[in-house]
């Protein structure tokens, strides 16, 4: 898990020195480490797939880890809202709105963070352009006002993987933060 999270930020830091390449690269290494990782962990260590499956997005795939994802979460808990979230994430990635929709709806119990995300999910699901930018608008808020995050690098990486599945949908959204590059 460690190492997972140590590659994301290496990841994160290419990005936002403007080397996409060994961002990707890093970032698809991270995706390898937390499914290793969720491979070794408990049973309810669902962050390891989320990480997974933002990891995989952010290297520019996602469809082989979002496969996994769902396979791997068959048994999950279905009052967490972490599950529900990797679910979500899952069901974008391979374009089953509805499922997307539904997980959507279930991880906004988890908290502000989890509503927040939840609330973009469900309007990338419904391709609803102008409640996506605005849940995204809130996400990248959320971030900048941050002064600890998880890898140590300044990034809104939920944001990141989020415009990178609108962007795959024809969907972005035009905000600007120094916590959110480009990709």
């Known amino acids: 898990m460690t190492a997972a999270v140590?590659?994301?930020?290496?990841?994160q830091q290419s990005l936002l020195d403007g080397r996409a390449d060994d961002a990707r690269a890093a970032f698809a290494r991270a995706a390898e480490l937390y499914r290793q990782?969720?491979?070794a962990a408990p049973a309810s260590a669902y962050g390891r797939l989320v990480g997974?499956?933002?990891?995989?997005v952010l290297a520019g795939g996602g469809a082989t880890e979002a496969a996994y994802?769902?396979?791997?979460?068959a048994e999950a808990d279905p009052t967490s809202a972490t599950a529900a979230y990797a679910r979500a994430v899952a069901a974008l990635i391979l374009d089953e709105d509805g499922e997307a929709e539904l997980w959507a709806s279930r991880m906004g119990a988890g908290g502000e963070a989890f509503a927040r995300t939840a609330q973009a999910i469900a309007a990338l699901a419904v391709h609803d352009g102008d409640e996506y930018a605005s849940a995204l608008s809130a996400i990248v808020r959320d971030f900048e006002e941050r002064s600890d995050h998880?890898?140590?690098?300044?990034?809104?990486d939920?944001?990141?993987m989020l415009a990178m599945l609108a962007d795959r949908r024809g969907m972005a959204a035009a905000?600007?933060?120094?916590?959110l590059p480009a990709f």
Do not use: F, H, N, Y
């Open 6 to 11: 140590e590659r994301d930020g290496v990841g």
């Open 37 to 39: 990782s969720w491979e």
């Open 52 to 56: 997974m499956l933002k990891s995989a």
């Open 150 to 156: 998880l890898t140590g690098v300044a990034i809104a």
């Open 158 to 160: 939920t944001a990141l």
């Open 175 to 179: 905000i600007e933060s120094p916590v």
């Open 69 to 73: 994802a769902r396979e791997a979460l």
